[in-house]
C-alpha cells in the first residue's frame, strides 16, 4: 500500500514531496523518536533506515556514466558516495541547528526521512522576523561549505586510499549540498533565504519611495 493511501488527498501529496526528493508523505509519516541532540528532538521515519540503498541506487545509476570500472570498482565507489552522502546530510542538519542556536530560535524537532533532513518549527512562522528565518536556513549550506573548505585541506595531507576517498566523497556532496541548497527552488532552503532577502528588499524600496 502506498505510504498514507487512506486519505484522497494524499496520494497528490505523496507526489507534492516526491518532487521535493522525499519519498515519505511528510503529512502522514510516523515521526519515530530516537532521543535528543542539544535539547531539539530527534526523530527518523519507519523507512529512514532505506536510506544508504536509496543513495545506493542513485550513485549506481550515477555510476552509469564511468563505464570504465569493474564491478569491484564500481560498488567501492558507489559504497564511498554513499558515505559521503549520508556525513553530508548530518553535517547539514547540524548547521540548521546551529544556525537556529545563533538566531536564538532553533528548530523544535529534526526529522530524519530516508532522503533529507526535514527542520520541523512549531508555532507561528509568520510572525518570526526575517533574520531569524535566513539564519536558520543558512546555517546548513555554511557549514556544508565550510566542511568542503577543509576537507579539501585534509585531502592535501592524505595519500590515495580508503580515507581519502571518503573525504573527497564529503567534499564533492557537501559542496553540492551547500551551493545546490542557495538555488530558489521550493522546498531547499535558499527559496527561504531568497523569500527573505526579496522581502527586505521591498521593504527597504518602499520605505524609500515614502520619504521622498
Ligand atoms: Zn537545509
Redesign the pocket.
Known sequence: MAIGAKRSNDLKALNKYLSYGFIENLDTVQHIPIGKFWGIKLSVTPITWLSPIVFFALGAILGIFEPRMNLIQTLYHIGVFVIGVEISTLI?ALG?ILGGKLVRSPMDELLLTATRGVNIYHGDQEVIPGFVHVGRAMG?HILNLLTFSVVMQLLHYNGAGFRSDVLAAIASTSLFMGAG?FLPLPSV?GQVIWREVFHWLALRWRENAQRE
Request: hydrophobic share 0%.
Open positions: 547539514h540548521h546548513g541548497g532552503d
